[in-house]
């Protein structure tokens, strides 16, 4: 049934014809069941500790964080899919070559960039590579500015670690999962 939805969706939506080649219903659904055991796991044996140790966190330091562990829970399940989503980015086909800034900001804003690149409002990079967010920088970097990023909309170190820590544990379950990196 799931399978039949993507289906139609990926063939009625204009959204198609940018898409990657590969980029059909079997293939969304190879890659979330690959991925959806490992996050099941990760949610029972490490998130909900850490969000309970959190919140007590937030009590003993009497901050007001259950807005931001939403985020942060958010944060993660997000960042388990992060580095799947330079599939949208060229690579190897001739287009613009991305420098090492624009590599970055595809890193960091990637939902703008597809949003842009399906609404052909910007011409997608050409990242160098394939699957450039598959390795340990792209891991610190996006985890850094996470922890920025928390530190500008929370003004609290405490919420802007959180939100740092659910991010990185996110992509790091991502990187296990797809063997790039080891436990």
């Known amino acids: ?3 039949t939805i993507l289906k139609k969706t990926l063939k009625k939506s204009k959204a198609s014809s940018f898409l990657p080649k590969f980029a059909n ?3 969304a659904i190879e890659e979330i069941s690959e991925h959806f055991g490992t996050v099941k796991w990760s949610l029972k044996r490490i998130i909900l500790p850490l969000a309970v140790f959190y919140i007590l966190v937030g009590v003993f330091f009497q901050e007001h964080i259950l807005g931001a562990l939403f985020a942060a829970l958010m944060v993660f399940l997000y960042t388990n899919f992060l580095p799947d989503l330079d599939a949208f980015f060229q690579h190897g086909k001739g ?3 991305a420098n090492w800034f624009e590599k970055r900001i595809a890193l960091f804003f990637t939902p703008l960039m597809i949003y842009y690149i399906l609404s052909e409002k910007a011409r997608p990079l050409d990242l160098g590579e394939n699957k450039p967010f598959h390795n340990r920088r792209a891991l610190v970097e996006f985890t850094i500015f996470l922890f920025a990023f928390g530190l500008i909309i ?3 170190p405490i919420k802007a670690a959180f939100l740092a820590l659910f991010g ?3 992509f790091f379950t991502h ?3 797809d063997k790039q990196m080891a436990l």
């Open 1 to 3: 049934m799931v399978k």
């Open 25 to 27: 219903a079997d293939k």
């Open 95 to 97: 287009g613009k070559k």
């Open 154 to 156: 929370y003004f609290s």
């Open 168 to 170: 990185f544990l996110g």
């Open 175 to 177: 990187l296990v999962v």
